[in-house]
């Protein structure tokens, strides 16, 4: 159905923007050294901004790097290096017991959810989009008219339940890494 | 393909087409680089003069092309990978940094429109929809390259020097982001095109006029703090790191770290100027045939300026201390730049709003200080302590285990 209703520049880049992706994940769980990994979650995350342009989807495909490869990824390392990794890490025994049996079951069962839903569902957005009945999102400073009045008008709610859950993970956050000196005296 | 901005990709691709925008990306690539070499040559000049010193003066006329004699003089001497080097980590570093510092380039407008061969040509390489959020991408992405040199050097200063990189870079994205918000909302636009047309009118429709001057120096500072430029440059505090990030680095890998340091000054210089002073916006006589470079003078002279800003910044601030840097930025720039962006906001919609806004961020901007008074007033044992006078995780688990449970104390 792809081959039939796309043309061979759109073709180029899906395919493109696949093979990044699943480079980008082979490599994550693969490579030894942590840095290594997150660094090839990077290359995922150029993947995922590639399909989101490739679908029309600019200002996502920009979040898409500004907020994960351009904040979290970096905090990421940041933490790695904080802690400082050591380079060749001792592996030969398992921190979680019986973590490959679960990491299995749990891989099936988000590959035959993805693939339910993809047999059942249409195309949310993009030239094959079903959902805007044949209309795709218009590009750029449409889409992001779009965007900002769904936010701010259809799910307000849930974008500002959302904001107060950020603030408070942030304020317990806080809480948790302060020490108060004067009540470890007290004990 | 409805909302392209480029008016030249908005009836399809042909040869012409191609053509025309390959030659865009060769001339943007020369003038960078040209751009950049003149940049170290005039901050070594300036920087000489305000410090009662000659500076280069050897090859070419007012030693212009000591620069070149430094790139080749790099370029020959021997490349050095240290032994506990991440070797491709190591190589890939300084390409990391280079990288977006020429991407960022790519959008920004140096003139107004030509026409070549029947084709409305924008004079700058791209014109994406969204615009200026390439900026921000890119420097998010220089992050990379700086942390994983300090990292895949293997030494102790380079990685304490990339620690303070992200750390700060991090910290100063905020307040960079808020400003650039600030700004696409008095545009109503994102591409850099629709910014710089909507400051052509004049001078009052400069950004820099527009939304009050506070952005442009809250911009100003936060990109200065974003490409470690003194006097945020605890990066490279030479007195205390040895060298910074690329204390390990040598021969052309070590040109490369230079020649993004001095891209990033002048893609600053030309992204400040395209947001608050009009990019290539001014006076312009009618000369046949000539008009279209008038623009292109004008955002060169606008750019020229504000480098030397940078230069003199660097001849007359101080250092910052990393506590300074961190405080300015999450104290003070990251509630200002939000403040302003709700009083900006206000005012589009209404002046009686703007004043209302205007007021509730005077009010909210006296509580925060007074509750970082309070804070303050508690003195450092109530707070976190300042991470230079942590104890490291290890004392924290020594001192827990080593306590005698018999006195009850943690300490």
Do not use: C
Not at chain 1, 71 to 100: K, T, Y
Not at chain 1, 156 to 182: P, S
């Amino acid at each position: 159905m792809l081959a039939l209703t796309t043309t061979w520049p759109d073709l180029l880049v899906f395919v493109t923007a696949a093979a990044l992706i699943v480079v980008g994940a082979l490599g994550v769980i693969s490579l030894r050294n942590p840095v290594h990994s997150a660094l090839s979650l990077i290359v995922t995350l150029f993947g995922v901004a590639l399909s989101f342009l490739e679908q029309s989807a600019d200002f996502l495909a920009a979040v898409e790097i500004i907020v994960y490869a351009g904040a979290i990824v970096v905090l990421i390392l940041f933490v790695i290096m904080f802690l400082g990794v050591d380079r060749h890490p001792r592996d030969e025994v398992e921190p979680l017991v019986g973590q490959r049996a679960f990491a299995a079951v749990g891989a099936i069962v988000t590959v035959g959810g993805l693939v339910f839903l993809m047999a059942r569902a249409h195309w949310v957005t993009g030239v094959m989009s079903a959902s805007t009945n044949g209309t795709p999102l218009a590009s750029g400073q449409g889409e992001i008219t779009q965007l900002g009045q769904s936010v701010f008008t259809t799910y307000l709610i849930a974008f500002e339940v959302t904001a107060a859950l950020l603030i408070i993970a942030v304020l317990g956050a806080v809480q948790l890494a302060r020490r108060d000196r004067e009540s470890e005296v007290e004990q | 393909m409805n909302a392209l901005a480029d008016p030249l990709l908005s009836s399809g691709v042909t040869w012409a087409i191609l053509l025309i925008v390959l030659v865009k990306v060769v001339v943007a690539f020369a003038v960078v680089m040209v751009a950049v070499m003149l940049m170290v040559w005039f901050e070594r000049k300036a920087i000489s003069d305000m410090q009662s010193r000659i500076g280069p003066e050897r090859w070419g006329p007012f030693g212009i092309l000591q620069t070149l004699a430094d790139g080749i003089k790099l370029f020959f001497k021997e490349d050095i990978v240290p032994a506990e080097a991440d070797r491709v980590v190591f190589k890939a570093a300084p390409y990391l940094v280079l990288i977006p510092a020429l991407v960022t380039f790519s959008i920004v407008p140096v003139g107004g429109t030509v026409t070549i061969a029947g084709h409305v040509v924008q004079l700058q390489v791209a014109n994406p929809p969204v615009g200026i959020l390439v900026m921000l991408a890119m420097s998010g992405l220089s992050v990379y390259g700086v942390m994983l040199a300090g990292w895949a050097s293997g030494s102790k200063y380079p990685l304490l020097s990339s620690v303070r990189a992200s750390a700060q870079m991090i910290s100063y994205e905020a307040a960079l982001g808020l400003t650039i918000v600030t700004v696409a909302l008095a545009t109503g636009s994102l591409t850099t095109r629709d910014i710089v047309d909507a400051q052509a009118r004049g001078v009052w429709h400069w950004n820099l006029v527009h939304l009050g001057v506070v952005p442009f120096i809250i911009f100003l500072i936060a990109i200065t703090a974003e490409s470690n430029r003194p006097p945020f440059d605890v990066v490279e505090a030479e007195s205390e790191l040895v060298g910074g990030y690329n204390t390990e680095y040598s021969s052309i890998r070590f040109a490369l770290f230079f020649l993004a340091e001095f891209m990033n000054t002048v893609t600053a210089s030309a992204m400040i100027v395209t947001l608050f002073l009009g990019g290539p916006a001014g006076w312009a006589p009618h000369v046949a045939y000539l008009r279209w470079i008038f623009p292109i003078l004008w955002f060169v002279a606008k750019t020229a300026a504000l480098a030397f800003t940078y230069v003199w910044f660097r001849g007359a601030l101080p250092r910052l201390r990393y506590d300074q840097v961190m405080e300015l930025g999450w104290k003070r720039l990251i509630p200002l730049s939000l403040g302003w962006l709700l009083i900006v906001a206000g005012f589009l919609v209404k002046p009686a709003y703007g004043f209302a806004t205007a007021a509730a961020v005077i009010f909210a901007g006296t509580l925060l200080s007074r509750a970082f008074e309070i804070g303050a007033a508690r003195g450092p044992d109530a707070v976190l302590t300042p991470v230079g006078e942590r104890p490291s995780p290890e004392e924290e688990v020594r001192r827990y285990f080593d306590a005698d449970p018999d006195q009850g104390s943690g300490q």
